[in-house]
Structures are given as structure tokens and as C-alpha cells.
């Protein structure tokens, strides 16, 4: 399962894609694995969090500009993934400066199919305003964001930035080797940070990320690895929300503050709705902290080489 996912458009791309679901070493410090104290104190942040993200305005800004983008057609989506595979959000030329932005000079953007909507005439043969059909299809261009500049658009999971403590994606990886999932750094396309693949037994992270973001990601999926074989028939949404609940939690405890990226990932997959978050986090919570558990006390146990 892959993760970036926002609730609208073809933004997205995934943490859990379903399965198309030198000589010299040191030994890092162990961390502290979470006591139930400190468990709980860190899924009470989680759902804080939350919380606060929903009450700023910040989530409401953010589906606002989200409604402005058109929802594409299953045919459209195809051609703009043929097109521009990289695409992660896409609209005309005018909705582009609509939204502050402007589609930079020789640009060429993603052909589409438009409909051609027509309004029917009633018996006096005067046009109905409430009565339109669609008479045909003409062609229309999109651009990426990535094509465009100017004001920049809310977002409610910034990918975290800066450079990781050294040894923790590796000593994550050899975690991950440990419960039987290789780790490789991929080039990834439409927006996706990440993905495990029970059946491959593969874990992949987007190599052009910051390294605390790919830190990160790889505790994501390592949650998907350990909580979500390809037989677990969870809702996708509780899926992503303990595989990031474990991310947080590991993230924690290797001196990484994750929840600029992870409140507004589980407020996505959350729907808006923090009250179902928190549920979910209760209903979910022995689960997330006996993964983060097993993942934290592996990695302390990791000689990593340098």
C-alpha cells in the first residue's frame, strides 16, 4: 500500500500499495522501547494532534482548494498517467490562475477529453437552463502543478525535511530484512513516498525524499509489514491509519518528530472527522504499539555498518 493519499483527485499516490498490498561497525544505542505510559502518552498526542489540525481551519482550507480541482474520469486518468506519469495535480490553464498560479512559458501539458454540454430546448423552442446533455467530446490540455508557479497551495502533510541521524534508515532496513522484507530506494512516480508488497516481500521508499521523510515512510510501511499480510481484509483506511500511528511512535523514539506529516495523514485518511481517528487509535491501539514495540526493540538490537 502506497502512501501519500489526500481524500481528492489523482494527487496520490500511496504508503501501501496493494500487491499489484565496511569494516568498521558501530552499535547504536538502543532506544527506549515505549512503556505503557509512554505509549499512551504518544497516541494521546496523535489524536491531539488531530484534533488540532481540524479545529485551526487548516483542514478546511485545505478541501476548499481540494473542490476546485475537476474530478477526472477513470478514461482521463489513464491519459494523463500516460502522458505526464509524474503528475500529481493537475488542471487548466485559467484554474491555474485561478488558484494564484500560472503555468510557466513552453510548457506542454496532458491531453484529455472534455465534454461538449449543450442545453436542450423546450416546446417553444426556447433553451431550458435545467436541461443540458453532453453532445460530444472535444480535446482540452492540463498541466501539473509541477509546471506551474506562484502562491502556493495548502497543504495539510508537508513531507518532512532535513537530513536523518546516521544508521537509522539502514538499521531500519535491517530491521525490516529481520521480519523476512527487503528494503530498495526507488524513483518513484505520482506523488508516492512508499510501499510494501507482502507478497514480494519488498519494501520501497522514494530515494528523492529528505532522509528523515524516507526514515519515516520505511516505519510506515514496516507497520504494513507486520500488521497487513495481503489476506488482511481491513478497510483501507485502518490500514493507513495504524501503519502511520506505528510511524509516529517509532519516529518518537528514534528523535524524530513526525507529526507536521502524520496529523494531517491520519486527519486524510481520518475524513475530516477526529472523533473517528481517536477511535480508531483506541480500537487499534494494541496492535500499533505491539508493532512499534517489536520495531524499536529490533532496532536497538542492530549492529550497522559504516
Not at 495535480?89 to 477529453?113: M, T
Not at 498541466?143 to 538499521?171: H, K, M, R
Not at 483501507?236 to 518518537?252: C, G, L
Not at 491520519?266 to 480508531?280: F, I, M, N, R, Y
Request: negative net charge; aromatic residues 6%; contains cysteine.
Amino acid at each position: 500500500m502506497n502512501q501519500k493519499r489526500q481524500p481528492k483527485g489523482i494527487t496520490t499516490g500511496g504508503q501501501f500499495a496493494p500487491d499489484v498490498h565496511a569494516e568498521s561497525t558501530i552499535v547504536l544505542d538502543e532506544p527506549t522501547a515505549p512503556t505503557a505510559t509512554k505509549s499512551d502518552r504518544v497516541m494521546a498526542e496523535l489524536s491531539a494532534g488531530v484534533r488540532g489540525l481540524t479545529e485551526s481551519g487548516k483542514w478546511q482550507e485545505y478541501l476548499d482548494t481540494q473542490s476546485k480541482f475537476h474530478s477526472y474520469s477513470f478514461g482521463n486518468a489513464v491519459l494523463i498517467g500516460l502522458q505526464k506519469p509524474d503528475a500529481t495535480r493537475v488542471a487548466g490553464f485559467n484554474k491555474w490562475k485561478e488558484l494564484g498560479r500560472q503555468v510557466r512559458k513552453g510548457e506542454h501539458g496532458a491531453s484529455i477529453l472534455a465534454p461538449i454540454i449543450r442545453t436542450q430546448k423546450d416546446e417553444n423552442g426556447d433553451k431550458d437552463k435545467d436541461r443540458k446533455y453532453v453532445a460530444g467530446f472535444t480535446s482540452a490540455t492540463v498541466f501539473d502543478i509541477s509546471q506551474t508557479d506562484g502562491e502556493p497551495l495548502p497543504e495539510i502533510a508537508p513531507l518532512l525535511t532535513g537530513v536523518a541521524p546516521e544508521g537509522q534508515f539502514q538499521g531500519l532496513s535491517e530491521v525490516a530484512s529481520g521480519f523476512g522484507f527487503r528494503v530498495e530506494r526507488r524513483e518513484l512516480t505520482g506523488g508516492t513516498n512508499g510501499y510494501c508488497s507482502p507478497s514480494e516481500r519488498l519494501i520501497v521508499v522514494e530515494s528523492r525524499n529528505d532522509g528523515v521523510q524516507q526514515v519515516k515512510t520505511l516505519a510506515h510501511e514496516l507497520g504494513h509489514a507486520l500488521l497487513h499480510d495481503e489476506d488482511n481484509d481491513l478497510p483501507r483506511e485502518h490500514k493507513e491509519i495504524e501503519a502511520e500511528s506505528v510511524a509516529y511512535v517509532v519516529s518518537q523514539a528514534l528523535g524524530i518528530d513526525s507529526g507536521g506529516y502524520s496529523f494531517g495523514y491520519l486527519t486524510s485518511w481520518g475524513h475530516g472527522d477526529p472523533e473517528a481517528v481517536e477511535k480508531q487509535l483506541k480500537s487499534s491501539g494494541q496492535r500499533i504499539q505491539k508493532a512499534s514495540h517489536q520495531i524499536i526493540e529490533q532496532f536497538g538490537k542492530v549492529p550497522t555498518h559504516v
